[in-house]
């Protein structure tokens, strides 16, 4: 069966500081890979998603950039993090590119910047 | 952007009743739909999905598909304090797009 993996589960962080997420998935290959976030008290932001290694597509331009070195690995990443930034990140991955396919998180990691 | 719209509740049903949660979306063309539960400091996890017009039952859930009114509801039948969380509706057109969610409290 399909794990999904990401660490660390949390995170504080002071404002200018660098970060690194990492999600990893098990037991697919070729997975549809996703970054959102979620601010307290508020709804899913889809912030990046692959279909490939080395494919990445930005939904919103911030200060954070994704990338997906290994078929399964998909990182988060920031050179300098603001206090907008915290909140909880979610990794998500599909099948594939069909609608239909579900899709299903990673139990997430709570990035706190200070 | 796709827009998905919920009922902004907070919704507070009595245990054992039936809580029902609402959710319209914005393009027509959608073609899949999924609710999604999550407790409170926990991940989404899947709970149903729906493709076709009409009603799917799953144990206590049913879910509801109504594409001429661009509508999706989710019925928690014999609701138990366990259902208390947050259900989130999304829309699938190759990137899920999430509504803001409901939040359901079961009253014991």
């Known amino acids: 069966s399909q794990t999904i993996h990401q660490w660390p589960a949390t995170l504080v962080q002071p404002v200018g500081s660098p970060l690194s997420l990492e999600c990893t998935v098990e037991g697919t290959s070729n997975p549809n890979l996703y970054w959102y976030r979620q601010a307290a008290g508020r709804g899913l932001q889809l912030l990046f998603y692959?279909?490939?290694?080395?494919?990445i597509s930005s939904e919103v331009p911030q200060n954070l950039s994704a990338s997906r070195p290994q078929d399964r690995q998909f990182i988060l990443s920031s050179k300098k993090l603001l206090l907008s930034d915290s909140g909880f990140y979610l990794c998500?991955?599909?099948?594939?590119?069909?609608?239909?396919?579900?899709?299903?998180f990673g139990p997430g990691t709570r990035l706190t910047v200070l | 952007q796709k827009e998905v719209e919920q009922n902004s509740g907070p919704l507070s049903v009595p245990e054992g009743a039936i809580a029902s949660l609402n959710c319209t979306y914005s393009?027509?063309?959608?073609?899949?739909f999924f609710w999604y539960r999550q407790y409170s400091g926990k991940s989404p996890e899947l709970i149903m999905f729906?493709?076709?017009?009409g009603d799917k039952e799953d144990g206590r859930f049913t879910a509801q598909l109504n594409k001429a009114s661009q509508y999706v509801s989710l019925l928690i039948r014999d609701s138990q304090p366990s259902d208390s969380a947050t259900y989130l509706c999304a829309v699938n057109d190759y990137k899920l797009s999430f509504g803001a969610g409901t939040t359901v409290t079961v009253r014991a």
């Open positions: 692959s279909v490939g290694i080395g494919q």
């Open positions: 393009d027509r063309g959608s073609q899949s």
């Open positions: 998500a991955w599909t099948g594939g590119v069909n609608a239909y396919n579900e899709q299903f």
């Open positions: 729906i493709y076709s017009n």
